[in-house]
């Protein structure tokens, strides 16, 4: 950033994951409004968390993002979470006294009405705790085309499938994926499924790809629908096909996660597996170069916008 950073700061948001399995009741109890999951949801999560290492290491991931951010900027970088510690309001009721402007990116590039929503809900509340003057947000929801964006995960897949190709040279079909919705919200008028295909269009055709297909992933356990195709029905289908390997490459996440870490990694293998195929994955963004660029871009473009008449200036 070329300009004066005094009074400057960025706050990055994140859904949250517990960090261990004894967490996980209070966790589900938050995103369920404060009322207890099922015991048989606890268990099936607890066991989800045991199978990959305990706890998720979506906390640990988006704060080295911050850091790296803070790094290539020369300002503060700080982590809020909706659903886990630390809780947005923790640290909004942590940040230094004297800020002026406050750059906040949804780290979910093509968040939904309903999630933007809920984090500026959170954000006004405990910025109505603070003490006057509160600094002015600049609020990043929705970056899904972003260059840089489409470019780390294009990267990220052409490295996967030079790992992943057979004997022949030849790349197995791709399956990008993005996490469901309920179909209510979409019915509603929500953008999160446009943004989300329009992503994988773009990664897929910067990329390169010639067979590539979109996939939604991580149904809830909640009644009533939600939007697909399933990763498992597309699995069949490519099996039907004659294929014998398949790649898929989460363009929803730009960290690892349970959603990855055993949604892809351990069940869409073995159903993979279960029906004669062999499943890869291109690696998660993490702390990308490519993504701590577009990160300080937002910040960059954020920096520059007039905000002294408008208390939150929102990216649509």
């Given at each position: 950033m070329n300009t004066d950073k005094r009074g400057w700061a960025v706050l990055l948001l994140a859904h949250g994951a517990p960090e261990h399995v004894e967490d996980i009741p209070e966790f589900l109890r938050h995103i369920r409004g404060g009322r207890p999951a099922p015991e048989a949801m606890v268990r099936e999560i607890a066991r989800r968390y045991e199978l990959i290492g305990g706890g998720s290491p979506l906390g640990r991931l988006t704060e080295q993002q911050a850091r790296a951010l803070e790094a290539r900027l020369g300002v503060p970088a700080f982590v809020g979470m909706r659903h886990w510690h630390p809780f947005i309001a923790e640290t909004i009721a942590a940040l230094p006294a004297g800020?002026?402007?406050?750059?906040?990116?949804?780290?979910?590039?093509?968040?939904?009405?309903?999630?933007?929503?809920?984090?500026?809900?959170?954000?006004?509340?405990?910025?109505?705790?603070?003490?006057?003057?509160?600094?002015?947000?600049s609020f990043t929801e929705d970056w899904h085309d972003h260059p840089l964006l489409i470019q780390a995960f294009a990267e990220k897949i052409r490295i996967g499938l030079q790992q992943s190709r057979d004997h022949e040279g030849a790349d197995p079909p791709v399956i990008l994926t993005a996490h469901s919705v309920?179909?209510?919200?979409?019915?509603?008028?929500?953008?999160?499924?446009?943004?989300?295909?329009?992503?994988?269009?773009?990664?897929?055709?910067?990329?390169?790809?010639?067979?590539?297909?979109?996939?939604?992933?991580?149904?809830?356990?909640?009644?009533g629908p939600w939007i697909g195709p399933t990763v498992e029905s597309q699995i069949d289908e490519l099996a039907a096909l004659g294929h014998r390997r398949v790649f898929i490459a989460p363009i929803g996440f730009l960290c690892d996660n349970a959603e990855i870490l055993y949604d892809v990694d351990i069940r869409f293998r073995e159903y993979a597996q279960a029906r004669g195929m062999e499943l890869d994955r291109a690696e998660s963004l993490n702390d990308s170069p490519l993504l701590i660029e577009a990160l300080a871009s937002l910040v960059e473009q954020a920096h520059h916008k007039d905000t002294k008449d408008t208390k939150h200036t929102k990216s649509l």
């Open positions: 800020l002026d402007r406050l750059a906040v990116i949804s780290l979910a590039p093509h968040t939904s009405y309903k999630s933007a929503d809920l984090y500026m809900e959170q954000l006004d509340a405990a910025l109505a705790e603070l003490a006057e003057p509160q600094p002015c947000l309920p179909q209510s919200t979409i019915s509603g008028g929500d953008p999160y499924e446009a943004r989300a295909r329009e992503t994988a269009a773009l990664v897929a055709a910067a990329a390169g790809l010639k067979d590539w297909r979109m996939a939604f992933q991580s149904q809830g356990m909640t009644p």
